[in-house]
């Protein structure tokens, strides 16, 4: 194998000489065909390809598993949300939710040099439900606070997350916040695939903050049973990332062997 390991090297300068063009370097079939390599013996090619296909299945079957868990957990937001309750109100969100609507500050203040504070513009600025921004602004205008939830308004319209630490948003989202988070966090999942119907615009299409204060849902009066929900529901979003992670594990796992092995 450490024979192999070390081939790998040779192969890309005999690839590289047998490469052609200026601009946009071509390898062509029929040099590829002549190249000659050193592989394992069949016995080792079969080993590492045993190897390989273990971890394909072992994140087939990671993913499989994270796509039921979502689907489970999007039944249970229907289940929770859209069942007519005698113990429940409607009421407008802008009734018990307080809406900060971005605005992005002067382009000229951003950086990467971790000045200021970061910048939370969109969807880009956003993975697995939780803020990761790219950029800082040093002349931030709209800060919200560590736990908000926040809510993309501009296409695509209607992603959720939390803020993981106190962050300026741009004019593509806006802050949300309650007097129970974590139960109002529940709700905008729930109502994720909703704003779509409301989204106004044609390329770049957005929401304003009258859209959303003025969409009516039913919640419960008693706020013991509004925290109930919300701890229950969190902590299978818990789970979820958690076996997100796995799968993140395995797949790196993979991949940093295919390097070893092949690059």
């Not at 052609?20 to 080993?47: M, R, W």
């Not at 501009?154 to 803020?163: D, F, K, L, S």
């Not at 109502?191 to 779509?196: A, D, G, V």
Request: proline share 3%.
């Amino acid at each position: 194998m450490t024979e192999y390991l070390n081939s790998s090297a040779r192969a890309r300068k005999k690839l590289s000489v047998l490469a052609v063009g200026t601009s946009q370097v071509v390898l062509s079939f029929e040099a590829l065909k002549s190249a000659k390599f050193d592989l394992p013996c069949k016995e080792e090619q079969d080993k590492i390809a045993s190897l390989l296909e273990c971890l394909n299945e072992r994140i087939d079957l990671q993913r499989s598993f994270v796509d039921a868990l979502k689907k489970y957990k999007r039944g249970l937001l229907n289940l929770v949300f859209s069942s007519k309750k005698s113990s429940w109100t409607k009421k407008r969100i802008g009734e018990f939710c307080n809406i900060t609507m971005g605005q992005s500050p002067d382009s000229s203040s951003y950086n990467s040099d971790c000045v200021g504070v970061p910048l939370v513009q969109g969807n880009a600025d956003i993975t697995d439900g939780v803020t990761t921004p790219l950029r800082y602004t040093s002349q931030p205008t709209k800060v919200c606070k560590k736990g908000s939830i926040l809510l993309s308004v501009r296409a695509p319209v209607g992603t959720v997350c939390i803020a993981d630490r106190e962050v300026c948003l741009g004019r593509g989202v806006c802050a949300i916040n309650s007097e129970n988070n974590a139960f109002v966090r529940q709700l905008f999942l729930y109502l994720e695939p909703s704003w779509k119907t409301i989204e106004q615009g044609g390329t770049f299409t957005a929401i304003s903050r009258n859209d959303i204060a003025n969409v009516e849902v039913i919640i419960p009066n008693d706020a013991a049973e509004q925290k109930r929900i919300g701890e229950h529901l969190g902590l299978i979003d818990l789970h979820i990332s958690q076996e997100v992670r796995m799968l993140q594990s395995i797949m790196s796992t993979k991949l940093g062997l295919m390097q070893q092995l092949f690059i």
